[in-house]
């Protein structure tokens, strides 16, 4: 947009002095000199009033006394000047008087006067070429735009190592291989082994692929050359291909190395599935990537990685034998992984020495290894605005509730205490339903402090990290999201909109019950509709059904029941303990937060 508007500001302007340059050129200004014939000249001469004549080409240029000039065109310019005149009448003496000068056609005034003339049409030419270029069309501004922009690829040397990814054992394991590989290409080569080309590494945002990367070409001690997918997508057409050639071109005079492709997914999805703009684009680059690969000999000690969130959509191109062959998963952290990975980054912090990580590793299920930096990160920053010379446990939960939640505490947020009172009650009931439900983890926490989008929160930690879940586990975590709405229910006999999240929550739950943990009695242990593996993306692509319309009905049918007795079963369990509920409210109401151990002390109490 703005580059356009440029442009044609520029057309204006070179209309405007085109037109400018014309004008002056027809209409020359005022000063120009009188012009006077052959005779006038003689008798003025006569008249001793000539100072000086500049003879030049095609005309006389006269000086009169008192700074007059004009001027007298000549026709005859074989005859000699003097011979004119004096064939006019004017005497030698007064010949003599006037200084007489030659000047050759060739000076610098007949060529600028030349360069005027012409000024107009070299504008109107230039003004040609640029209305005729804007008519090509994008593609040939793209690719000298491409051209211009030509990117000198430069392989740094990072210094990270395998050391500071933690957790990851296994990737680092699968991954070792190759370190050894770019360190001594030639024990692999002796062998005659096929040495990997590519490796894919796949897993969700921020679990550490990028870092890792770095780290095999750290620990390698090779140069590291990286690129991202969605750099390409926002190239011209044939830039991104002209890319590809410069990158392999420079990473092979610099090898042994790493060529790092990040999010290939933009570049290697599913060829023809014309996903987002300029497909055409994607597929030349992604063809190049390929051809490159191909070009590979065997003796090339370049290793390729790429990194993706989404290979359910790479091209299988991409993933056949000889390229992107290697699969190495980067999941998100397990409890021992994240203690691994807070303990790197709180390495070279000053931190308190009761601070105990463990217990943020088991708070913070499904952080990644991204978060937990942040975690830290913000921990510090907390500590520096409270003027404290470390990092101590107060701050490290404080963040991780930030991180968590999204956003620090609310304070300030006006709730009418009407409001406040249906969210103690909702609180309360989570936190009861999930003490009294013995397969529910444990409450660590309950609040009615707001955050991020939500008015206050139960939260449960799990004593160890999960692998299996049972379905009196997924039963319980139904009922303790209904405890909420049920108590809301119960207590003012009527309901609020905050109970959205809660029921959108328990209904996936229900569903994925019935559908695909084969948990209903009805349905039998059946999977319904295909689903994306990638259940760690944590995201519903779209689901392909594969059943009948009958049978959609009977699911629907029986998350229903699964979700009804379920509702009738809180019910019960919040009415017979009712007094709970108001004690845990009211406490919520005097101090807005319950820890874990305080809850605990409510019900002993009681
Ligand atoms: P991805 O490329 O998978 O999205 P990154 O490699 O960009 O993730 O990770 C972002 C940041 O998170 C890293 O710079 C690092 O500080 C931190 N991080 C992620 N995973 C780990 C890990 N396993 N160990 C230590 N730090 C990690
Ligand atoms: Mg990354
Ligand atoms: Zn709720």
Redo the contacts with the bound molecule.
């Keep these: 947009m703005s580059a356009n508007w440029s442009r044609n500001a520029f057309v204006y302007l070179l209309i405007i002095v085109a037109a400018a340059t014309l004008f002056i050129n027809i209409y020359r200004p005022g000063d120009a000199p009188q012009q006077i014939s052959l005779t006038q000249l003689a008798n003025r001469i006569k008249a001793g009033e000539v100072e000086t004549v500049i003879v030049r080409d095609s005309e006389l240029r006269i000086i009169l006394a008192g700074n007059d000039a004009a001027v007298v065109s000549r026709r005859e310019r074989d005859v000699p000047i003097t011979q004119i005149l004096a064939g006019l009448g004017v005497k030698p003496a007064q010949l003599a008087a006037v200084n007489i000068k030659y000047e050759s056609p060739a000076n610098a005034g007949n060529w600028l006067s030349l360069l005027v003339n012409l000024l107009p049409l070299v504008f109107i030419g230039a003004l040609f070429f640029i209305l005729f270029r804007q008519t090509q069309g994008s593609n040939n501004q793209a690719l000298s735009f491409g051209k211009s922009k030509a990117r000198v690829f430069t392989g740094d040397k990072p210094t990270v190592k395998f050391d500071?990814?933690?957790?990851?054992d296994e990737a680092k394991e699968e991954l070792k291989e190759v370190v050894e590989f770019l360190k001594e290409p030639q024990k692999f080569a002796a062998l005659g082994a096929r040495i990997p080309k590519g490796v894919l590494?796949v897993?969700?945002?921020?679990?550490?692929?990028?870092?890792?990367?770095?780290a095999v070409s750290g620990e390698a001690g090779v140069p590291f050359f990286s690129i991202s997918g969605s750099e390409f997508v926002e190239m011209f057409v044939g830039v991104g291909a002209s890319r590809v050639r410069d990158l392999f071109e420079q990473a092979k005079r610099n090898s042994p190395c790493i060529i790092f492709i990040?999010e290939i997914d933009a570049v290697g999805r599913y060829r023809g599935t014309g996903l987002g703009g300029s497909h055409d684009e994607r597929e030349q680059t992604l063809n190049q990537i390929l051809v490159e690969m191909d070009g590979f000999g065997t003796d090339t000690n370049v290793i390729l990685i790429a990194?993706t969130?989404r290979p359910d959509i790479l091209d299988p191109a991409l993933l056949r034998p000889g390229r992107f062959d290697r699969r190495v998963t980067?999941d998100r952290?397990d409890v021992v992984?994240r203690r691994?990975?807070l303990e790197?980054?709180v390495k070279g912090k000053p931190v308190e020495p009761t601070i105990d990580l463990n217990l943020i590793a088991r708070q913070t299920p499904g952080f990644?290894?991204?978060?937990?930096?942040?975690v830290v990160n913000e921990a510090a920053i907390l500590a520096a605005r409270r003027n404290k010379r470390a990092i101590g446990m107060r701050e490290l939960q404080e963040a991780v509730e930030r991180v968590g939640m999204g956003g620090p505490e609310r304070r300030s947020r006006l709730m009418t205490p009407h409001e406040k009172k249906v969210v103690a009650y909702h609180e309360a009931g989570h936190a009861v339903v999930a003490h009294l439900c013995k397969h529910s983890d444990p409450v660590q926490k309950v609040t009615i402090v707001p955050r991020g989008g939500a008015g206050g929160y139960v939260w449960r930690v799990a004593e160890k990290d999960r692998l299996l879940a049972k379905r009196a586990y997924f039963l319980d975590n139904i009922a303790v999201a209904l405890g909420g709405r049920i108590a809301e229910e119960l207590v003012f006999g009527d309901i609020s909109n905050g109970a959205a999240m809660d029921i959108q929550q328990l209904t996936q739950m229900a569903r994925a019950m019935v559908t695909r943990y084969g948990m209903s009695e009805k349905m039998g242990p059946l999977q319904f509709g295909q689903q994306d593996e990638l259940v760690f993306l944590g995201r519903d692509l779209a689901e392909q059904r594969d059943y009948s319309e009958e049978v959609a009905e009977e699911i629907d049918a029986e998350v229903q029941e699964l979700v009804s007795a379920a509702y009738a079963r809180v019910r019960a369990l919040l009415s017979e303990n009712i007094d709970m509920l108001h004690k845990v409210a009211n406490a919520l109401l005097e101090r807005e937060t319950l820890s874990g151990e305080e809850f605990k002390e409510l019900f002993a109490a009681a």
């Design positions: 500071d990814v933690a957790g990851s590494l897993g969700p945002p921020g679990t550490g692929k990028t870092l890792m990367a770095k990040d990194a969130n980067m952290p992984g691994a990975i790197v980054h990644v290894g991204a978060d937990l930096e942040n």
